[in-house]
């Protein structure tokens, strides 16, 4: 029999596993209710994570889905008000397209379920918000992906330590930390290749209006993208809230929180990132429509693609990678490479700097007295 437990200040938790392989989970409190058992009832508690969600998804709209904008901004083919309007409209229709694969990935797929309880999930979900916010202040166009996946794992790690990680669930996620930008310049190549191919015999300026025209749609796509798989991301964390409440006897999202936090996403996309669109639109590279739609294209490719197979991505390094890839088509140097550099680096410490804040929120979410 394999025995594996863990004891915090409130409780002594053991999971064992009998001959047969079937794993049977037990908790054992030492000591009286917790402090917030005290302090509210579970389901006043499970009302606030999933507020919370929601916050975080408003966020993420706020601080992510400025990527979905960014080009088609910086190319004037759309003013900022229907930019934003059209990004939202476009992140909320994601709804009714697409799976619910990344969700399922997010939500049992990184940490084990067993473990996690309100005060993980709350403190996982305020760490990537308190992340978000912080970026946001310098302009910086970090993942709001990795900042949920740092802030729950973190809260998770400090509860039951590092056995509560599935590392085989982070496999996909930490490679396409660099997979993704780099499969959204590839495409970007390719799609500036091929249409500069297409339209090679027609003049600048009918170029120019074809490709503002396109530009809307390549930027519906995105947006459609960017809504499947930033949403779902919050979807999960919602549904393991309502799975650990015992709200849910099998992890499935349900239909409501789907709607909800699309509906989040949108209006955070509605609330805008203006600082985040010039980093994103000008000063990594300078977009024409024609740049600005093979961009658009291959983020929304990248986005579909991973979500269509469960792998949550960062849009933003999706759309990042993409326009790098625009800018190295016509040369190296027209790549801002300054820029790209603190970008980078930007999404490096996301995972371990929203951990943090979610580790710390945890422990002292603990303390709080009633």
């Given at each position: 029999?394999f025995?594996?437990?863990?004891?915090d200040?409130?409780?002594d938790?053991?999971?064992?596993?009998?001959?047969?392989?079937?794993?049977?989970?037990?908790?054992?409190?030492l000591?009286?209710?917790?402090?917030?058992?005290?302090?509210?009832?579970?389901?006043?508690?499970?009302?606030?994570?999933?507020?919370?969600?929601?916050?975080?998804d408003?966020?993420?709209?706020?601080?992510d889905?400025?990527?979905?904008?960014a080009?088609?901004?910086?190319?004037?083919?759309?003013?900022?008000?229907?930019?934003?309007?059209?990004?939202?409209?476009?992140?909320?229709?994601?709804?009714?397209?697409?799976?619910?694969?990344?969700?399922?990935?997010?939500?049992?797929?990184?940490?084990?379920?067993?473990?996690?309880?309100?005060?993980?999930?709350?403190?996982?979900?305020?760490?990537?918000?308190?992340?978000n916010?912080f970026?946001?202040?310098?302009?910086?166009?970090?993942?709001?992906?990795h900042?949920?996946?740092?802030?729950?794992?973190?809260?998770?790690?400090?509860?039951?330590?590092?056995?509560?990680?599935?590392?085989?669930?982070?496999?996909?996620?930490?490679?396409?930390?660099?997979?993704?930008?780099?499969?959204?310049?590839?495409?970007?190549?390719?799609?500036?290749?091929?249409?500069?191919?297409?339209?090679?015999?027609?003049?600048?300026?009918?170029?120019?209006?074809?490709?503002?025209?396109?530009?809307?749609?390549?930027?519906?796509?995105?947006?459609?993208?960017?809504?499947t798989?930033?949403?779902?991301?919050?979807?999960?964390?919602?549904?393991?809230?309502?799975?650990?409440?015992?709200?849910?006897?099998?992890?499935?999202?349900?239909?409501?929180?789907?709607?909800?936090?699309?509906?989040?996403?949108?209006?955070?996309?509605?609330?805008?990132?203006?600082?985040?669109?010039?980093?994103?639109?000008?000063?990594?590279?300078?977009?024409?429509?024609?740049?600005?739609?093979?961009?658009?294209?291959?983020?929304?490719?990248?986005l579909?693609?991973?979500?269509?197979?469960?792998?949550?991505?960062s849009?933003?390094?999706?759309?990042t990678?993409?326009?790098?890839?625009?800018?190295?088509?016509?040369?190296?140097?027209?790549?801002?490479?300054?820029?790209?550099?603190?970008?980078?680096?930007?999404?490096?410490?996301?995972?371990?700097?929203?951990?943090?804040?979610?580790?710390?929120?945890?422990?002292?979410?603990?303390?709080?007295?009633?």
């Amino acid at each position: 029999m394999f025995t594996r437990s863990w004891k915090d200040d409130k409780e002594d938790v053991a999971i064992e596993t009998d001959p047969a392989g079937e794993k049977l989970y037990i908790r054992i409190s030492l000591t009286n209710q917790p402090y917030w058992d005290n302090a509210m009832s579970n389901f006043a508690m499970l009302l606030l994570i999933v507020a919370a969600a929601l916050a975080f998804d408003f966020s993420n709209g706020w601080h992510d889905a400025a990527n979905s904008i960014a080009t088609i901004v910086s190319t004037r083919v759309l003013k900022p008000l229907w930019a934003v309007a059209w990004a939202a409209f476009w992140n909320f229709i994601a709804a009714f397209v697409f799976g619910t694969a990344v969700a399922k990935t997010m939500g049992n797929g990184l940490i084990h379920l067993e473990v996690v309880n309100q005060q993980v999930l709350l403190a996982g979900i305020l760490g990537a918000i308190g992340w978000n916010l912080f970026t946001l202040t310098i302009g910086l166009p970090t993942s709001s992906s990795h900042a949920l996946m740092g802030g729950y794992a973190g809260a998770a790690v400090a509860r039951a330590g590092f056995t509560a990680i599935i590392v085989s669930g982070w496999v996909k996620p930490v490679i396409f930390i660099f997979a993704a930008p780099l499969f959204g310049a590839l495409a970007a190549i390719i799609v500036t290749i091929a249409t500069s191919w297409i339209v090679r015999h027609q003049a600048p300026h009918a170029v120019d209006r074809w490709f503002r025209r396109l530009q809307l749609l390549s930027a519906a796509s995105y947006s459609l993208g960017h809504g499947t798989n930033d949403a779902q991301k919050t979807m999960g964390i919602i549904t393991a809230a309502l799975f650990a409440g015992g709200l849910l006897k099998t992890y499935s999202v349900p239909f409501w929180v789907i709607v909800c936090c699309h509906l989040a996403m949108a209006g955070g996309t509605m609330a805008g990132g203006w600082r985040i669109v010039k980093t994103m639109g000008q000063r990594i590279t300078k977009l024409n429509p024609f740049g600005g739609f093979a961009a658009e294209t291959a983020g929304a490719l990248t986005l579909i693609g991973t979500a269509h197979f469960g792998i949550p991505v960062s849009t933003t390094h999706t759309i990042t990678g993409a326009i790098v890839g625009v800018g190295i088509s016509r040369r190296l140097s027209a790549v801002r490479w300054g820029v790209t550099r603190s970008i980078v680096w930007a999404w490096v410490l996301t995972i371990p700097g929203a951990a943090l804040f979610g580790a710390l929120l945890y422990l002292a979410f603990r303390y709080i007295p009633s």
